[in-house]
Each structure stands twice: as C-alpha cells, then as structure tokens.
C-alpha cells in the first residue's frame, strides 16, 4: 500500500501567515484590540479560535462580538491573501511525491466554497485525491473532519500508512482522533515549544515532514 500525505493549506502549504495576522488585527480592531506581532500571535495561537480570541483580547467575547469578529477577519483575510505565495518548494514537493507513486490529499478549516478555486489558482489541485475545506462554523476543531476525509478517500488510503502534515497542534490531535499519523511544521502559527508537547514530530521544513513520511515502514 503506498503512503498517504494529508497535507493542511494555511500555513502549510500556503505560506499565509502575514495575512492571517493582518485579519487577525483588523477583527480585534472592532473590539478595542490591541494588535499582534507575528511572534506574539505565534505564541498565543490555539484551537479553538475563541480561546485564542479570549487569550489575545483579555476577555470573553459575546455571542455577537465573536460574529463581528469573525466577518471582519474573514473579509481581511479574503484581501490580503491575494498575494500570499505557496510554502517554498511546494510545488517540487507535491510533484516529486506523486511522481514515487505515492497519494496526496488535502484537508482545510478554510471555507470549502473558497478553497476549491484557490488551490486552482496555485496549479497544484491535481495532486489531490480529494480537497476538503470547512462546511460547518469557523470555530470548530478539526477532527471531525480528519475523521469525514479519510473515511470519504476510503480503500485507496491505508491509515496505518497516512501521515498528516500541518502547522498546528489541533492537526496533530485531528490525526490521533482519526488513527493516522502526524509531522507538525514550525513555519505556520506555532512556535516549536507550543508543537513539542503534544507528541509528534516536530520539523522546520516541510521537506524534512515529507522525508518523515517516505520513512514509514513498508
């Protein structure tokens, strides 16, 4: 059975982190917020995003200031992830991965209806067997979804032999839910001493997490 990379966009694959917290600023604007650095929002960041938001803000939002929040970082990040670029040397990675024989999917908490036509602009949709993004609220976790994703590539994809590669301990999690494999990527939202404890590899390239994978046992 080949091996089975479950790859994460933001922040893995997509090397977006400016522009998450550029949107990120923009929402805590709306409530007063201060704004984050890059190594501040690195430090803070976690799953579920109203935690984070809790953690960043100092307090609780409201029912109607998370939505407040969560529409104005959504129309931020639509904006300034134009310009986002693709992780250095994805394009070689994905590509050299299928050429093994290998499989490759990719699994987002990033809105289905938007994800599908940007993997399209970056021309790399077609190393996927399957491109999943999130259907339910943006504040949710990932293992359902984990779970959803492998149980739709079904016999094609052998969990004993699936890695998931992302940037945030909640893929780690959402790959121990669903019995698979995982390698976390420093170059996202974490910073390595926020990945090291939930007990997975931790790399600071992706071609270092895609090494990983290949040494699966065959």
């Keep these: 059975m080949r091996t089975h990379i479950v790859w994460d966009w933001n922040g893995t694959l997509l090397n977006d982190m400016a522009a ?4 990120s600023n923009a929402a805590f604007a709306t409530v007063g917020g201060a704004p984050l650095s890059l190594t501040e929002y690195r430090e803070n960041y976690e799953i579920p995003i109203p935690r984070f938001y809790q953690r960043v ?3 609780q939002p409201s029912g109607a200031q998370w939505e407040e929040l969560d529409a104005a970082f959504q129309r931020s990040y639509a904006e300034l992830s134009r310009v986002s670029g693709l992780t250095d040397g994805v394009p ?24 599908g036509p940007v993997v399209e602009r970056y021309g790399i949709q077609s190393h996927f067997l399957r491109v999943d993004g999130r259907t339910g609220p943006s504040h949710g976790q990932k293992a359902a ?15 004993a ?11 780690a999690l959402a790959a121990r839910e669903a019995g698979v494999h995982a ?36």
């Design 57 to 59: 803000l100092g307090f």
């Design 161 to 171: 032999r699936t890695v998931v590669i992302g940037d945030a301990a909640d893929d």
């Design 92 to 115: 070689e990675l994905l590509a050299g991965w299928a050429a093994e024989g290998h499989t490759q999917s990719l699994l987002s908490m990033y809105e289905h209806e938007r994800l």
């Design 145 to 159: 979804s984990m779970v959803r994703h492998l149980q739709a590539l079904g016999e094609a994809v052998d969990p």
């Design 183 to 218: 390698v976390l990527y420093t170059g996202g939202s974490h910073i390595r001493a926020n990945l090291e404890p939930v007990g997975v590899p931790v790399v600071d390239s992706l071609a270092e997490a895609v090494e990983l994978a290949r040494a699966l046992p065959q």
């Design 20 to 23: 998450v917290v550029g949107a």
